[in-house]
């Protein structure tokens, strides 16, 4: 039996690394899938699902966009069931020389996209009193990491959103949660932590590993079923105990 059964859901950052994980498992369980990216092979991805699925090329950073393509997969798919707020970015930089124009463009795609999306789909959630709003934080919420300032900041951010989303929205059939893993083996995980510094990380970890996109999809996917209905406000580590010390 498929878990999503015809849902709607939209993913962003759907065109690599996790978004991609989700946009095949959801695809595997019967979602019917709006996938936003700013990259157009966000349209490939989205066609090789089949024609019930739709691409969206959108920058998260531009308000106006964000709601023009809310409005157009309304019109395209009559609705949201399930909301992934995936898509971010990762600049690595020294405290005391992080450019204020690299602190807002962080917030203005990991933090600020995340609410305008969810506002976007609020209201068609509200009216079929259904949703799930599953938004992908990361450990450096919860614990400091060298030169993650500006990161980090835009993680916890997620989580005080989440907070108040499950609780503003809970009472009309909507949960709220955030996954929070270590290193992905993604493009963007890979980057920031190869070589030696990867090494020692990875060293760290309880289970001795980072996780991989397809764990991160079958997490989101829990959370984005009936079986989740009264886990809200939640952040799930999947960190392999990394946080726990
Ligand atoms: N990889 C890790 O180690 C790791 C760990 C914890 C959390 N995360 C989080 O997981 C999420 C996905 O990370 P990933 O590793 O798959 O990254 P990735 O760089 O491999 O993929 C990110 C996707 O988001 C898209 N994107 C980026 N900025 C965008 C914008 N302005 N508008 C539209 N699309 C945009 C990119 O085009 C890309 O397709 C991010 O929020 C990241 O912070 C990643």
């Given at each position: 039996m498929q878990k999503l059964n015809g849902k709607i859901a939209v993913i962003t950052g759907?065109?690599?690394g996790i978004g991609l994980a989700l946009a095949e498992t959801f695809a595997r369980e019967g979602g019917r899938l709006a996938l936003i990216d700013r990259s157009d092979t966000v349209l490939a991805v989205a066609a090789r699902f089949g024609p019930d699925h739709r691409g969206y090329v959108t920058d998260l950073g531009d308000e106006a966009a964000i709601e023009a393509t809310f409005a157009r997969i309304g019109a395209d798919?009559?609705?949201?069931?399930i909301l992934v707020n995936n898509a971010g970015i990762a600049i690595i930089t020294p405290a005391e020389s992080i450019p204020t124009a690299e602190w807002d463009l962080t917030m203005r795609i990991n933090l600020r996209a995340p609410f305008l999306c969810a506002r976007a789909v609020a209201p068609l959630m509200l009216r079929q009193k259904w949703g799930r709003i599953i938004t992908v934080s990361s450990q450096a919420a919860v614990i400091g990491i060298e030169h993650h300032a500006s990161y980090s900041a835009s993680k916890a951010g997620l989580l005080g959103l989440t907070n108040c989303l499950a609780i503003e929205?809970?009472?009309?059939g909507i949960t709220a949660n955030c996954v929070s893993p270590t290193v992905v083996e993604t493009e963007l995980g890979k980057a920031v932590w190869a070589g030696e510094k990867g090494e020692r990380a990875r060293a760290e970890i309880p289970t001795r590993r980072f996780a991989q996109p397809e764990e991160v999809a079958e997490a989101v996917l829990y959370l984005a079923?009936?079986?989740?209905?009264?886990?809200?406000?939640a952040n799930l580590m999947l960190d392999g105990g990394n946080t726990i010390r």
């Open positions: 759907a065109a690599a798919l009559t609705t949201v069931h929205w809970g009472p009309h079923s009936d079986a989740a209905a009264m886990v809200n406000g």
